[in-house]
């Protein structure tokens, strides 16, 4: 049973920092790209970084270029996306998700190429 548990989301000043970790177990995931996906209230469910578990390849949206990083332990099965420069915008439910693709196809296609989901975990930046 594949499972992807995230943690680290929380309440964070504009201009802070957060670092999410999203544990994965239940299968191998060297073919696949680990990613985040975010949902702000009433919006829709976007990409916002990803990450190839076999070259570890990135890929991330514009938006959040210069101010997120996402990395990967590969002992711990562990991809992080550490979030710097906070703002109020980046305010959403952020969901780790895994997909049998690469790190851009992620990116350029979006929630449809994704096999697993995590639950989700709430980041809230206040202004």
């Known amino acids: 049973q594949v499972q992807l548990v995230e943690s680290g989301g929380g309440l964070v000043q504009a201009g802070g920092s957060l670092r999410l970790s999203c544990a994965a177990s239940?299968?191998?995931?060297?073919?696949?790209?680990m990613g985040w996906f975010r949902q702000a209230p009433g919006k829709e469910l976007l990409f916002v970084a990803a990450?190839?578990?076999?070259?570890?390849?990135?890929y991330l949206t514009d938006s959040v270029k210069g101010r997120f990083t996402i990395s990967k332990d590969n002992a711990k099965n562990t991809v992080y996306l550490q979030m710097n420069s906070l703002k109020p915008e980046d305010t959403a439910v952020y969901y780790c998700?895994?997909?049998?693709?690469?790190?851009?196809?992620?990116?350029?296609?979006?929630?449809?190429?994704?096999?697993?989901w995590g639950q989700g975990t709430q980041v809230t930046v206040s202004s």
């Open positions: 998700a895994a997909g049998r693709t690469t790190a851009q196809t992620m990116g350029n296609v979006g929630s449809t190429v994704v096999d697993y």
């Open positions: 239940g299968r191998t995931f060297s073919s696949y790209a």
């Open positions: 990450v190839r578990w076999s070259t570890g390849s990135i």
